[in-house]
């Protein structure tokens, strides 16, 4: 699109709004689903559902949930302005999130809902993977707190389309904190608010700190606080804690007074200390002080000895018969790894999951992804399920055997909508849960033959999770029953009864000879081991650990061993199993058969319509639309010329994304004609983006008043259509250009022609800690583009591009690392010195020490600048030119970690976070070759450059991430001096 129209300004409101941009609505795998099965759209009196049409009941269950929450949570509303329908989308795409999209720069406000997860941590802190009607009514906080919008930009955004919602400015710990909290407040006791697992882990951390909770661990970029965020986890808390303390009621106060805000970015400090008397800075200073006064906190008991210290920010668990444990584990200075211990505890091996050629068997390896966690009965093999990427980008499931005397990868077996379970005994079975929907079922693979068949054929809204099979083919598994989870056995001849019915969190159950199984259960508001007797349901109390146990397993001799929580981390805990303490009858009531399925399809909510989509839906209804303005001045014949910029900007698509169209029109003052920008994408073929785009701009003929020379006057017509999609992690794309440039002379005028098709993709495969960032790994990219006289070009040459990045980790310390790279690029049978390298910047304010210098090019203005040009660090300020370059660079990287924030800067402005200072030293070597022209005879050149930099890396508003640098760099070669720059550059 045009970039000049890009940066003009709105004069109706007052800001810079940008102009019509063409992406896609969703992302490749949510539009995929979309554009792949016929869609309907469900109506209630609240709410807008988009769903597959073959998950009719489903939808008609969520809606149920989701309208009524939306009509709890708009009765705490201040304003009493109308708000629209909230406008949700229910994907089958296995993204294993949910989200809501904010109104801004043309975006619409919207909802997208997956129906169902596979990750099991939604089982594991109350949600449950089948219950997204649950997890609608977190999305629905975030909907309705992002439409109270008053005054100013009520009228702005019902004038000219979706520009910006005020409340996204405060902060992602009040909009995260703040669903958290109400998730588990709307009609059901569901969720994290309820989870004593959630509860743990930051009374864990609270202990650690002995109560000194900053303003910093608010930050979704505290990394000490991984892998649940502290805009989640503190967040929740705080917001806890201002309600109980202020009352709920001042929190939609605060929503109401930044919705009716015309500055909303600034002074969000002020606006809370007119709702709450005392800025947020403040607030979290009483808070602290109160955490500080709320122990005494618990220690790990004398019989719990600690085996591992370090299991990082989270990890799994699963014991083998002899003893033998596995832990997958991923740390702040470690990557995700296997770990394996003799049943003595000494570390068998420690194997990093991360593979890095092309043909890798999977892609994911955080153990967030990893469920059903389990030996064979000898030992020698170990299964789990990982949540891989798929080839569209959403989550693919699937069972991985692995050799456990050395790590090695032996088999794997796709399993769709599935989450992790257990091997029998025999190793011959693995069981699972597969989702169809919102209804979970176990499964069973035949390890020998692969072939999978169901267990079960519930009905209705279900979660199941963490089965595990016994000898005789028993199988316990857990079932959210209510709000909680409850442990149910399924009996061989297919019967199901449930073992606990006593309203507590029971999870993660495993076998201890025929007539026992350990398990979590919630003790006090904490989960700890116990002991349950299958045949009577008698449970006992096997632990006291501290704050959370997590994937309690047996081990031989009576002993038990657990991931333990501490501070904010897990460590890896062994202790021998005592008497234990008897949990009172009556929490272990059994009998009845399994509870009715929620299979009711019409659901008690009013439904107003319900009919297919049409194509064309909202498609005419832009959801960006107004003019836009811009006031400046140019050199012109002598003088200075007032300039007039205008124009009208048009932005939309249809309800699914399937089309999206942008156009810009615009005219300055004194241009030979309007300039213009129009684009059409099309995800109707999803995966593949189809995308037209074609603008016009121009600029008059100028006399530079320096020389009296005479600038022609330029009008350049150009286009493009491209075709792209994502295999994995692999962006590839086909694209065909044309660019026709009239430039006018005073003896006339000239025009010239670039025509030509292209493809570029780029692939990787890292490996990186959150301290460090990459450590390990390989990226390689390439592009072609080929102009060719039998297109219509008046020149035939191609545009060659190849870069190859290696990360190494170096020794002694986990967070300096080394980045090799090697980037090759020609421009073959190009006019001599097309190819620009260097007097590229770094960031997007900077200032050099040196004027800017270039060699001297082809003469030919056709070329946008941009199309081709290299970067070489060290020549920010001089340009060379040539035909050919290979460039070979080395980068140390040492950061300095800081992880420190404020809740505003300087009161006006936004929160800040520092998150570290990266100190590094770098070198660039280019060696250039270029043709023989009228400017000289051809020639090579070596130009190399060496130098040190530090970049002040942070975080802004908690979503501007701003990188403050420093860099000096010597170049020996070109008679170039020192140079040194400072800039601001966006991560």
């Known amino acids: 699109m045009d970039g000049r129209a890009c940066a003009l300004v709105l004069p109706v409101l007052l800001v810079v709004t940008g102009c019509a941009t063409l992406s896609p609505r969703f992302d490749q795998a949510i539009t995929t689903s979309f554009a792949r099965q016929p869609m309907r759209k469900l109506e209630t009196g609240r709410v807008q559902l988009y769903y597959p049409e073959a998950k009719r009941d489903e939808a008609l269950r969520l809606i149920q949930r989701l309208d009524r929450c939306v009509e709890l949570l708009r009765r705490n509303r201040f304003s009493a302005t109308p708000r629209p329908k909230v406008l949700a989308y229910l994907t089958t795409a296995n993204f294993d999130n949910a989200y809501v999209q904010p109104q801004v720069a043309g975006l619409p406000i919207q909802m997208v809902l997956a129906h169902h997860f596979t990750t099991e941590f939604f089982n594991l802190l109350e949600i449950g993977t089948n219950h997204v009607d649950d997890v609608s009514c977190h999305e629905a906080v975030h909907y309705v707190q992002f439409q109270e919008v008053d005054e100013l930009w009520y009228y702005l955004n019902l004038a000219f389309g979706d520009l910006l919602d005020p409340n996204i400015f405060t902060e992602s710990y009040f909009l995260e904190g703040l669903a958290t909290y109400y998730e588990g407040r709307l009609d059901r006791d569901t969720g994290r608010p309820h989870s004593p697992i959630w509860r743990g882990l930051f009374e864990s951390g609270v202990a650690l700190r002995k109560g000194e909770i900053h303003s910093g661990d608010l930050s979704s970029a505290q990394r000490e606080l991984l892998p649940f965020g502290g805009n989640y986890l503190v967040g929740m808390h705080f ?43 403040e607030l979290v200073d009483e808070w602290r002080e109160s955490l500080r ?34 832990a997958v584990t991923a740390g702040r200075d470690s990557s995700s790894e296997l770990r394996i211990y003799d049943p003595d505890g000494s570390v068998r091996f420690r194997r990093p999951l991360t593979n890095f050629w092309p043909g890798r068997p999977y892609i994911a390896t955080s ?11 000898s030992g020698a093999r170990l299964y789990l399920v990982l949540a891989d990427v798929g080839i569209d980008g959403d989550t693919a499931p699937k069972l991985l055997a692995l050799d456990a005397q050395e790590g090695r990868l032996l088999q794997t077996w796709e399993t769709p909508d599935a989450l992790g379970g257990g091997v029998d005994p025999a190793g011959k079975r693995y069981v699972f849960i597969r989702s169809h929907a919102d209804t979970a079922d176990l499964w069973e693979l035949d390890l020998a033959s692969g072939e999978q068949r169901p267990l079960t054929r519930h009905q209705g809204r279900l979660t199941l999770g963490a089965p595990a099979m016994a000898q005789d083919g028993r199988v316990v598994f857990a079932r959210k029953i209510g709000d909680d989870f409850d442990l149910w056995i399924r009996e061989p001849d297919g019967s199901e009864r449930p073992l606990t019915r006593d309203g507590k969190f029971n999870y993660s159950p495993r076998w201890v000879g025929p007539d026992q199984v350990v398990a979590l259960h919630e003790v006090d508001g904490r989960t700890q081991a116990v002991r349950i007797q299958v045949s009577t349901g008698a449970m006992t109390v096997i632990t006291d650990a501290p704050f959370v146990v997590l994937d309690p397993v047996p081990l031989p001799g009576g002993r038990l061993a657990f991931v333990n929580r501490e501070g904010w981390g897990w460590t890896l805990d062994w202790m021998d199993v005592e008497q234990g303490r008897p949990v009172p009858a009556p929490q272990t009531a059994q009998g009845g058969g399994p509870p009715a399925s929620d299979v009711t399809a019409e659901p008690d909510v009013p439904v107003l319509t319900d009919d297919p989509y049409h194509a064309f839906d909202n498609l005419l209804v832009p959801t960006l639309r107004g003019p836009f303005i811009a006031f400046g001045s140019r050199e012109q014949y002598g003088g200075t010329q007032s300039t007039v910029y205008g124009g009208v900007s048009l932005q939309g698509s249809d309800r699914l994304g399937l089309h999206q169209y942008a156009l810009n029109i615009g005219y300055e003052t004194s241009d030979p004609g309007p300039s213009f920008s129009v684009g059409y994408g099309n995800y109707q073929l999803a995966p593949v983006y189809l995308q037209a785009v074609f603008s016009r701009s121009a600029d008059p003929a100028l006399r530079d008043v320096s020389d009296n020379s005479f600038i022609p006057s330029v009008v350049d017509m150009s286009g493009g259509i491209s075709a792209s999609r994502t295999f994995w992690t692999t962006p590839v794309s086909l694209n065909f250009l044309g660019l026709h440039r009239k430039e006018g002379f005073e003896s006339g005028t000239r025009n010239s022609d670039l025509f030509g098709p292209g493809v570029s993709t780029a692939w990787s495969a890292t490996e990186s800690t959150p301290y460090a960032g990459i450590r390990r790994g390989i990226a390689l990219t390439g592009s072609v583009q080929w102009f060719a006289k039998t297109f219509g070009s008046d ?78 660090r060290g020549y920010e300020d001089a340009t060379l030119r040539c035909n050919e370059v290979v460039i070979a660079g080395a980068r140390y990287r040492a950061p300095i970690i800081v992880d420190h924030g404020w809740s505003s800067f300087l009161w006006l402005f936004p929160s800040v976070f520092i998150r570290q200072a990266d100190l590094e030293v770098f070198g660039e070597w280019a060696h250039t070759w270029t043709s023989e022209s009228s400017s000289g005879p051809a020639v090579t050149g070596d130009h190399r450059t060496f130098g040190g930099a530090v970049y002040f890396r942070t975080l802004w508003g908690s979503g501007l991430p701003l990188s403050f640098f420093y860099q000096f760099a010597v170049r020996p070669d070109d008679g170039l001096t020192p140079l040194h720059v400072l800039g601001v550059s966006l991560e």
């Open 795 to 872: 020149f035939t040459f191609a545009d060659l591009r190849a870069t190859a990045a290696l990360y190494l980790p170096l020794p002694f310390w986990a967070r300096h690392t080394l980045q090799l790279t090697v980037r090759g690029r020609a421009l073959a049978g190009a006019p001599a010195r097309l190819l620009r390298v260097g007097g590229s910047n770094r960031g997007f304010l900077e200032w050099d020490s040196q004027p800017e210098k270039s060699q001297a090019g082809t003469g030919l203005a056709i070329f946008p600048d941009i199309t081709f040009r290299e970067p070489l």
């Open 293 to 326: 006064h709320s122990g005494p906190w618990r220690e790990r008991p004398g019989n719990q000895k600690v085996l591992d210290p370090d299991l990082g920010y989270f990890a799994r668990l699963a014991s083998a018969p002899d003893g033998t444990l596995a």
């Open 239 to 281: 917001i806890e804690w201002l309600a109980r303390r202020y009352g709920a009621d001042k929190l939609w106060e605060l929503i109401d007074v930044q919705g009716r805000s015309w500055i909303p970015v600034l002074g969000v400090s002020f606006r809370f200390m007119w709702v709450y008397g005392k800025g947020p800075g």
């Open 367 to 377: 153990p967030l992804s990893v469920s059903g966690l389990s030996f064979d009965g």
